[in-house]
């Protein structure tokens, strides 16, 4: 590359990285003279870069909000956490994805070989719901190296502490205070999001059943284990089976007991409230409900919560447990005698 333009580059790198240069410091870090600076910083300019000066005893570069969207430089970490970031955009449900799947062809197609690799063995599946509070993060090496196992279909091996107490749906850990727990041997299968949290979805090899893992736990080893077949996974859809798996079913299929109810409440109403149910607008003061829960009588109990009509649509064990929830609550409120 021409002197003229590495150092260009370098300018541009350092003006990105903080607000304002002053001019004598873009001088003694790019080991030329302020005149310098102030040459290459026109050439920027008729680049498109929208760069000020500014006054004062320090007087100096900062590099503004334009118009239009110059060319951007970014650092090896830089790059993969943009495209990263892209690939998480095209499943968020936002209205974006489309967009968000050309910039990620965009910025893959100007990154160099290495960094396209790291890319392309990064694929995560989105199952979110909204987050109920803040979580733990994870770093984005152990998300890589959980990706490229993923992706070369190859055993992986890392650490698992045990959690205390166990979340519903995590691989747990196995061990007791103070005794060594072995590494676990998963075959990865698929890096999901859900409740704004990490997980592995994997073959479990020393339990021969599925788990899930919380990828902030998880501590890689290296090398990477022998090839495998991926398996066939319960249901076929990983959305259906993480929700499975955290809302209380075995496998694929979400909650053990589902059913559907028509609201006299706007729909915009009830979304609100209502974090897995489905809602659908029937008119101005009506809705469609399809809720899960544990039991039918739990059911019953939450679409009551709504503290509004209701007519079930089905199934007959939901109508059932309405019909003995309104038994149970008329007999602990009898009517007090008058007089």
């Known amino acids: 590359m021409p002197k003229t333009s590495a150092r260009l580059l370098a300018l541009l790198s350092l003006l990105q990285a903080r607000r304002d240069w002053p001019g004598a410091l873009l001088a003694e870090r790019l080991g030329v003279s302020p005149r310098t600076v102030r040459r290459d910083v026109d050439r920027l300019r008729e680049l498109g870069y929208p760069i000020a000066a500014f006054k004062g005893p320090d007087g100096g570069y900062r590099l503004d909000a334009g118009t239009e969207l110059p060319p951007l430089l970014f650092d090896d970490e830089q790059a993969v956490a943009l495209a990263v970031a892209l690939q998480l955009a095209t499943t968020s449900g936002a209205g974006i994805e489309e967009a968000a799947a050309r910039a990620l062809n965009t910025v893959r197609q100007v990154m160099p070989a290495r960094l396209r690799r790291r890319i392309d063995t990064f694929q995560v599946t989105a199952v979110e719901r909204p987050a109920a509070r803040a979580n733990p993060r994870v770093d984005g090496a152990v998300l890589m190296a959980i ?47 859900w409740s704004g949290r990490w997980y592995l979805v994997a073959w479990d090899l020393d339990r021969a059943d599925w788990r899930t893992f919380r990828a902030d736990r998880i501590t890689p080893r290296s090398p990477t284990g022998p090839r495998f077949t991926p398996r066939e996974l319960p249901g076929g859809d990983v959305a259906a089976f993480v929700s499975g798996r955290f809302m209380g079913a075995g496998g694929a299929g979400g909650w053990p007991c589902r059913g559907e109810v028509i609201l006299a409440l706007p729909a915009a109403a009830v979304s609100r409230h209502t974090r897995d149910g489905l809602v659908e607008e029937l008119g101005p003061d009506r809705c469609r409900l399809v809720l899960g829960s544990w039991s039918w009588p739990g059911l019953a109990a939450a679409i009551g919560r709504f503290d509004a009509d209701f007519d079930v649509v089905g199934p007959p064990e939901l109508r059932a447990a309405v019909a003995d929830l309104a038994r149970r609550y008329t007999a602990a409120a009898p009517a007090r005698p008058r007089g």
């Open 147 to 193: 990706s490229a196992a993923v992706h070369a279909r190859e055993v992986l091996r890392f650490d698992y502490p045990p959690a205390s107490p166990p979340e519903a749906g995590d691989g747990g850990g196995g061990g007791d205070g103070g005794v060594p727990v072995p590494p676990r041997r998963v075959e990865p299968h698929h890096l999901v999001t």
